[in-house]
């Protein structure tokens, strides 16, 4: 099956006032690619001001915690990022599961929190670099989304999974096509075990180190619906090239 491919740029801890221009580029060339979903995930205090910069154009978070309130001293519950103007959120980034400790229970929970208030979720999954050389690295990703995904797909919010080896997270490095080819197939059976006909049309995006130069043949590869992108989404020279890759031009 295919879908129109999502590319999503992931900011991490980038981005103050003065990168709104940037944003408002990425924005405006997005809009010459009509056939790929274009969105940005900034940092939470940006949300407000990225979203009122270019309206119509998807801004989205990086976290977001699995209570709907309370005493919770620093975190940003699902409808506070909508309020904000967000309308998706990456959910388990191997930055946070490693830093923040978070668990495969938790990633679900928050996941779960982000859909229930229409939030699309990005579900992020991924394997180290030992694991990957003990030869274990699809088993490890469907232990990984066996705990995180949510329960069910109901309401209007929309699933999609990024699969992100840790190693390739920065590094200039990737897997192969086949070994990218052998994940993504794994977790499409696992999404239609998981999610019958519905997980047919649940986008996986690839990500790590994708650049204009790779994005290209990263695109052809089956069942990757799109890319996560850290470094190469925070200006427009090297963003818009990869939305234009998967746009197919
Ligand atoms: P990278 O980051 O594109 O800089 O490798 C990807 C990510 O962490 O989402």
Redesign the pocket.
């Known amino acids: 099956m295919s879908v129109k491919k999502l590319v999503a740029g992931?900011w991490?801890m980038n981005g103050v006032s003065a990168d709104l221009d940037q944003i408002r580029a990425i924005a405006s060339a997005s809009r010459g690619y009509e056939d790929v979903d274009v969105a940005l995930c900034v940092p939470t205090i940006l949300i407000d001001r990225a979203a009122r910069a270019v309206p119509g154009f998807s801004i989205g978070g990086q976290d977001v915690h699995h209570a709907e309130k309370g005493a919770h001293t620093g975190c940003t519950s699902a409808l506070m990022l909508l309020d904000a103007g967000a309308s998706l959120t990456l959910v388990g980034?191997?930055?946070r599961r490693d830093a923040q400790r978070e668990s495969d229970a938790e990633v679900k929970a928050k996941a779960e929190a982000a859909l229930s208030v229409g939030l699309n979720a990005i579900v992020c999954v991924g394997e180290s670099l030992d694991i990957r050389e003990l030869g274990s690295a699809v088993e490890t990703v469907m232990g990984q989304l066996d705990g995180s995904l949510p329960r069910s797909l109901e309401g209007e919010a929309e699933l999609a999974i990024?699969y992100?080896p840790i190693w390739?997270?920065?590094?200039g490095k990737i897997p192969t096509a086949p070994d990218i080819a052998q994940m993504h197939a794994a977790i499409r059976r696992k999404l239609r075990e998981r999610y019958g006909s519905a997980g047919a049309g649940i986008r996986i995006l690839y990500?790590?180190?994708?650049k204009a130069s790779n994005a290209k043949e990263i695109f052809t590869i089956a069942d990757v619906d799109g890319a996560?992108?850290?470094?190469?989404s925070l200006n427009v020279e090297d963003f818009i090239p990869i939305v234009a890759a998967a746009s197919g031009r």
């Open positions: 992931n991490k980034h191997s930055e990024a992100e390739a997270i920065g590094t990500g790590g180190s994708v996560l992108v850290g470094g190469a």
